[in-house]
């Protein structure tokens, strides 16, 4: 399915990229991770097992087995610091 | 005047809370927290530790969707009339204000209640990141366990930190 990937704060700086077009398999937030990282380069370092990461999907915050949609909006950033 | 604002410019706190209750007699306890810019040099006296300035970067339309969520979520919990947050994004000082939240009450222990909830949800649920520009250069803050542990008391999983 067809979805618009986001990026923000170190994980935007990092793959020195805000957004992207993105075809996935995948049918939720985990494997869409894990989708990501088998892309490598910059995307299996940002991305990798481990490092906090956390998803939206349609701007609210999903968990590892929150499922994907047609058209969605996933957010991918790090731990909030808001406040 | 809209629950939640997020926003460059700075906020006038007397205002703020004026405008909040203006015209509601029901109104006996408001209760408020402002959010500042330290320089962590001045408390610890290092100069590493100094904090020249903050950016803070957000998700537009997911932070807003996120706040207005939170406040609904205090009104299942507490019983309050009124609440407004503001933030602050773009680049800040020391010492300037980032974050406002304002309840209304009958009396004070549902206001305190609210308002204490509603920090503690949003500094671990609402999508801001703050980069410091320090001695060492910028560098991304990080999320603490403890702010995690502070939404915890309230009996919700942050799964931030």
Redesign the interface.
Known sequence: MNIQLRYFASIREDLGLASEAFVTQACDAAGLLSELRARGGAYAQVLAEGRPVRVAINQVMARADTPLSEGAEVGLFPPVTGG | MARVRIQTEDFDVGAELADLRAGDLRVGAVCSFV?TVRDTRAITGAAADEIRSME????P??TE??IEAMIDEAHQRFDFYEARVI?RIGLLQPADQ??FVAVTSAHRGESFKACEFL?DY??????????EQTPQGAQ????RVS?DAALARWGIDA???
Not at chain 2, 123 to 131: E, I, S, V
Not at chain 2, 140 to 143: L, Y
């Open positions: 959010g803070l970067e957000h998700y339309g997911m969707k996120a933030h980032i974050v920090m949003l500094k671990t649920q609402a999508p801001f990141w703050k980069k991304w803050v990080d999320a702010d799964n931030n930190a």
